[in-house]
């Protein structure tokens, strides 16, 4: 009897310490977690908007003018949007600016096209995801297998690349006359152009994806820790290939895109699109060091800096003030990033652990 007694009398020696531990905050976990970043960002775009409502006035605050920043957000959001993955998984990619250059070209070659006007413009758009998978199956192979430094071998690419399509273009400018394709690329759902509504899906895509599935889960778990995930079980390499051939599939997509928006394929489209696809990706809240993605995150970088740049164009300010504003940004955001990155461990590390 006094051993059960004994035994049903440590529970309550343990309760007063349990009870001594602050309760978390639903609102302080909020503000601290994703919903939190997402929902800073969602007020810096929206004091942008005031700011330009308040230059530029009617020029600003109307819907021509709003689809023109959904449209310019759109191409760089979808390369965007597959530079997500990459560096939430710890990586990154330099070269799919200059991959959707040289898909631009490939599709609007002579003999891609009249093979398309013979049989259906869906194989522009084919040849054109076909050549951002072969460009990112390139990059994960010399990544994963040849355990080349990400940063050099997409640099490599990035030369690459933009070289080829130079070849193959002839240093020219490639027009698109396929007329199936333009009807299709510049045509309007409900209002909206096609390329707002692809980058609209390509986000929703790219949240279920990285949100929903063990493709995503695993993705995170490579960037937070690859040994650990290794170790897991989890085909660290071959995992890495796929996520380099989703960015050039990303790039791909991006290419048909501006295909439809230039009617004109050439090896200086997406010059720099890799910068600012990585300044998107990081103003939104994605870890350079890996093991955190958000894809909302990273629409709203993009809308921000789409915004930014209509709000300087409007107000006709230079454009060296304008880069000097998407540095600062950029800057603030990857101080934020090491400071909310190290204070991470110092809270697990005070987390006292229960059995």
Known sequence: MSEQNTKE???????????????????????????????????????????GAITSGDRFLNLENFLTIFRYASIIGVISIGVTFVITAGGIDLSVGSVMGLATVVASLTAVQLAATQSHWILMVLVALAVGAGAGLINGLVIAYGNVVAFIATLAMLVGARGFA??????????????????????????????????????????????????????????????????????????????YILAGVAAGIAGVMMLGRTTAGTSTHGLLYELDAIAAVVVGGTLLIGGRGTIMGTVLG?????????????????TSVQALAKGLIIVVAVLLQQRFAARGPRRAKAKPIRA
């Open 166 to 243: 130079e070849l193959i273009s002839g240093r020219s400018t490639q027009i698109v006359t396929n007329r199936d394709f333009l009807q299709i690329m510049r045509a309007d759902f409900l209002g909206v152009p096609i390329l707002i509504w692809i980058f609209v899906l390509v986000a929703v895509a790219g949240w279920f994806l990285l949100n929903r599935t063990t493709f995503g889960r695993r993705t995170i778990a490579i960037g937070g820790n690859l040994e650990a995930s290794r170790l897991a079980g989890i085909k660290v390499k071959r995992h890495l290939v796929y996520l």
């Open 9 to 51: 009398a440590e529970p309550r020696v343990n309760a007063p310490a349990d009870h001594s531990t602050p309760k978390a905050n639903p609102l302080q976990n909020f503000l601290r977690g994703s919903g939190g970043r997402s929902l800073g960002l969602v007020i810096a775009l929206a004091l942008l908007f005031v700011v």
């Open 302 to 318: 993009v809308l921000i800096f789409s915004t930014l740049t209509n709000v300087f164009i409007q107000n006709n300010l230079d």
